[in-house]
């Protein structure tokens, strides 16, 4: 991992905060992005591989992550800030806010809002976190437009015009690409983060206004999701009994069917399949970070609710593509 701040001189101190790394561990990879708060669970079996850069500075951030797996992500964004971007590699359904996406359709976030993020099974998105008063400020001053109506118009995902398109990937490229390298290697122009920034404001302005135009609003997946959510609060709250699917449809008060249906439409996958994956998950996060405290693996299996050890081993070498004992060891040393 790199990564570094840049003090540059032009009238006033810019402080930009430049982070290029490559992951092996999708724990890390949700702690890896600045600015963010970020809680994932891989989906696809096998062993992962990542990649974050990230370059941020005055309340702008520019980041592209990629990832090798299918990953449910619960994020959010620096506090009152939007976000625009491209997903700019989709191999698989995947979905944004309950959006399904496409390769270069354009993404956003509204202020404060939580994302709920399904990745595909090779995945990559570009984007700007802007905060609300930047955003809002240069909308009004340069666009004479108010964002905060025209934002209320933008679905999560949503078509641009090509050439809008072409300009938006083109700019965050520069600043996620040209710009992080050049941070890193010390040939950053003191002058050039003042120019690409106005670029980046102006795009993505320029971009809400092209999608616009499309005046239906999200709604679709929002109980489903809801559900989804609900189901990992449950199966954490109750992780050494783990709670049976009867148990949850009667806490939800919804058929087995509704169930089924919501994880389909949002996960792909099963409940059950998904709740052992939660379960999985913190069982990994105990064995990398709390590797000095633990004598016994058995003993975090079955505080976490399992209690068949091959059948546990093998669910989880399965997901992680490594047995329990290799990510104790490595942890250890």
């Not at 989906?43 to 309340?59: E, I, R, Y």
């Not at 005046?215 to 997946?221: I, L, P, Q």
């Not at 069982?283 to 590797?291: G, P, T």
Request: hydrophobic share 35%.
């Amino acid at each position: 991992m790199h990564q570094e701040k840049i003090w540059l001189d032009n009238h006033q101190k810019l402080e930009i905060d430049a982070v290029r790394c490559r992951l092996s561990d999708v724990l890390e990879q949700a702690a890896a992005l600045p600015l963010w708060s970020q809680d994932y669970t891989q989906l696809d079996k096998g062993q992962f591989s990542g990649s974050v850069t990230s370059v941020a500075c005055q309340g702008v951030q520019i980041f592209r992550e990629a990832m090798n797996r299918s990953v449910d992500e619960l994020a959010s964004a620096p506090p009152d800030s939007y976000v625009i971007g491209l997903p700019t590699i989709v191999e698989g359904d995947a979905l944004w806010s309950g959006s399904k996406l496409s390769k270069n359709s354009l993404i956003t976030m509204d202020i404060n809002d939580e994302l709920l993020f399904r990745t595909s099974h090779s995945s990559e998105i570009t984007a700007a976190v802007i905060s609300d008063e930047r955003l809002e400020e240069y909308a009004e001053r340069v666009e004479k437009v108010d964002l905060r109506p025209l934002m209320s118009k933008v679905n999560p995902v949503e078509t641009l015009p090509p050439a809008i398109q072409s300009r938006l990937l083109a700019t965050l490229y520069i600043g996620t690409e040209h710009l992080a390298k050049n941070i890193e290697d010390g040939t950053s122009h003191p002058n050039s983060w003042r120019h690409f920034e106005d670029s980046v404001l102006s795009i993505c302005v320029q971009a809400l206004m092209a999608a616009s135009n499309n005046n239906s609003r999200h709604h679709e997946y929002r109980v489903h999701r809801y559900i989804v959510k609900s189901v990992r609060e449950l199966t954490l709250a109750q992780h050494c009994d783990p709670i049976t699917i009867g148990e949850i449809c009667t806490a939800l008060n919804i058929s087995r069917r509704t169930l089924n249906h919501a994880f389909q439409q949002v996960l792909g996958i099963t409940p059950v399949a998904y709740m052992r994956n939660i379960r999985l998950h913190k069982i990994r996060a105990e064995l990398q970070y709390k590797s000095q405290q633990i004598h016994n693996i058995a003993c975090v299996a079955s505080h976490w609710g399992f209690w068949h050890m091959s059948l546990f081993s093998r669910y989880y070498r399965e997901l992680f593509g490594e047995c329990p004992s290799d990510t104790l060891e490595r942890s250890r040393h």
